[in-house]
């Protein structure tokens, strides 16, 4: 190659990269206004490496905070909506509440006690609930990527708006039942089919869809029917079933009654 064309080249070289790390800089810069400034240097470096990926395509803005985490609508590279949760590294407190959940799971035998490495695994379980889950045809959001504290998942809503709570909205006193007949079909699939029991669920953790189907979310409590708390769990979720849906003047059995149907044996009864 003639030394006029190398050099030519090695020009055409330096300008591509400059190019490419200022669009990177510009990237960056327009991604932390759009996260804000509660994230740490690791978390930003996996959100920028998800993006490098194409697992992110584009950052749109904050669907729900709170003290844990973020939850972010977004677009992924081959343009699904996006729903992506990425946990606070905040303080130790949150690992000394959520160390029942993770014990004993046949899946994760090491609960690791550096906080941060504790706060991936916490989302790398919520990743595996949601697959298990989603796998059965539990009506949950279907997951797609989970790195570090960095969780991807269907974004369940219309133009960049989430469907509404249970709590949120007020249906058809007919509707009711209908709605208590799929919630109560979406726990015995989960138990049943994913093995699996949500141990936080409620009105608050529900969405209903325009045509009045559910999806279950906030997974990441939910604990292997093996697991010594799961009876516990599953009869504080059939409880507040019970009580919400009472309230609502539909005729339901007993919480114990729903668990023996469910788990077919009564509370705290040592499986046969």
Request: glycine share 6%; hydrophobic share 40%; proline share 5%.
């Amino acid at each position: 190659m003639p030394r006029e064309d190398k050099l030519e080249k090695k020009l055409r070289m330096r300008e591509y990269r400059y190019e490419r790390e200022q669009r990177y800089l510009r990237k960056r810069s327009e991604l932390n206004e759009v996260l804000e400034e509660v994230f740490d240097q690791q978390t930003l470096m996996t959100i920028y490496e998800l993006m490098n990926r194409r697992l992110i395509k584009e950052f749109y803005g904050v669907v729900s905070a709170g003290k844990e985490s973020r939850i972010y609508y977004a677009e992924g590279g081959g343009g699904e909506a996006l729903a992506v949760k990425i946990y606070l590294i905040t303080s130790a407190e949150f690992r000394k509440t959520r160390s029942m959940y993770v014990l004993h799971d046949p899946r994760f035998q090491r609960v690791p006690k550096d906080f941060r490495d504790f706060i991936y695994l916490w989302a790398r379980r919520e990743y595996r609930n949601l697959k298990d889950a989603y796998e059965v045809g539990v009506p949950v959001p279907r997951p797609y990527f989970v790195r570090n504290n960095v969780l991807g998942m269907q974004f369940m809503g219309v133009d960049g708006k989430r469907y509404p709570l249970l709590v949120e909205v007020e249906l058809e006193p007919d509707v009711y039942p209908e709605i208590y007949s799929k919630t109560i079909e979406a726990v015995r699939r989960l138990y049943q089919g994913a093995m699996l029991v949500h141990g936080d669920l409620s009105e608050y953790n529900i969405f209903i869809t325009p045509g009045n189907d559910i999806v279950l979310i906030d997974l990441s409590q939910a604990v292997r029917v093996e697991q010594p708390v799961a009876d516990e769990l599953l009869l504080r979720d059939l409880r507040n079933i019970v009580r919400y849906f009472g309230k609502m003047g539909v005729e339901i059995p007993e919480p114990e009654v729903l668990f023996e149907e469910i788990a077919g044996r009564r509370p705290f009864e040592r499986a046969v």
